[in-house]
């Protein structure tokens, strides 16, 4: 899934290409060069001490990995926590993406942004805590070692959401300090990281034993699944067009505004995973 994602995001680039070929188209012919690396396509031209394309091409590499990271930790959280809980301590994302925008990036942000932060992070808690004293789920191992699994998952989740923040707090560096068009970032995010996918990650889990076929995943086994079952790559295309769309729409809110309220948009997913079972429990299955 992982992989698709970053599938979907590199074809945020023939968007952006679309651009390149209508501003050519645009301008008239004169002696300027084929290809100028000190220029960004579709961007600003760079100055003699910032550095060429290239190599903020290169940069992208940062975020991409640090959402391979990201997303290995919330998974293995999500092993140890509902579904509910996790998707509730992704909200805690927006107090790391806040601190690393104030430290890193030196952004200012005022009383009335830090009390925003404390309002959301207060219904996050609440919500969360509600979910946890009103679970179920895990009590037949018994409370210690339901608490304990459930600090586990509840610490992977948190991590995830650390270096979660630290990947838009990366993009936001690359938007608005490196000077790289937002649809560049998220299409060679998207090929930065579905390369780490193939040359490093895939091969550690196909090396890896699991019950897949004995490895952690098969993934020459999935792409059969995948090719013989048409429902299934039909929600695969859905989620194709779901995740592009959603980068993108990503990058553009942080590039108008922030990466924090970019990060705060995103906690509505929370709200919508709550509606959505409730709507299931109460008119579809109360069990």
């Known amino acids: 899934i992982t992989f698709i994602m970053f599938v979907a995001m590199s074809g945020a680039l023939l968007f952006d290409g679309g651009m390149w070929r209508c501003g050519r188209g645009k301008r008239m012919a004169g002696d300027q060069p084929l290809l100028n690396l000190d220029q960004s396509p579709g961007g600003e031209a760079g100055s003699a001490e910032g550095p060429s394309w290239g190599k903020k091409v290169v940069m992208v590499m940062i975020p991409a990995v640090f959402d391979i990271l990201a997303t290995g930790l919330c998974c293995m959280g999500f092993l140890f926590i509902p579904a509910s809980v996790w998707q509730l301590l992704r909200g805690a994302e927006m107090v790391f993406a806040a601190i690393f925008a104030v430290t890193c990036l030196g952004r200012t942000l005022y ?27 895990m009590k037949a191992e018994g409370p210690e070692a339901s608490n304990s699994w459930m600090l586990l998952g509840i610490g992977l989740a948190l991590a995830g959401q650390v270096v979660q923040a630290a990947q838009v707090i990366a993009e936001e560096w690359l938007l608005k300090d490196v000077d790289l068009p937002g649809l560049q970032i998220v299409g060679f995010e998207g090929i930065w990281g579905g390369l780490v996918m193939l040359v490093f990650v895939f091969p550690v889990l196909y090396w890896l034993p699991g019950s897949d076929h004995g490895h952690a995943e098969d993934e020459v086994d999935s792409w059969f699944v995948l090719n ?52 299931v429990h109460y008119y579809v299955d109360p069990e």
Do not use: K
């Open 228 to 279: 013989s079952n048409p429902e299934l790559l039909s929600l695969v295309a859905l989620y194709t067009f779901s995740c592009a769309t959603y980068n993108m729409a990503g990058i553009a809110v942080t590039g108008a505004l922030s990466a924090v309220h970019r990060v705060m948009l995103e906690a509505v997913r929370t709200l919508i995973v709550w509606a959505f079972g409730l709507t």
């Open 111 to 137: 009383g009335f942004h830090w009390l925003g932060i404390f309002c959301c992070t207060i219904g996050i808690v609440a919500v969360g805590l509600a979910s946890v004293w009103g679970s179920d789920s």
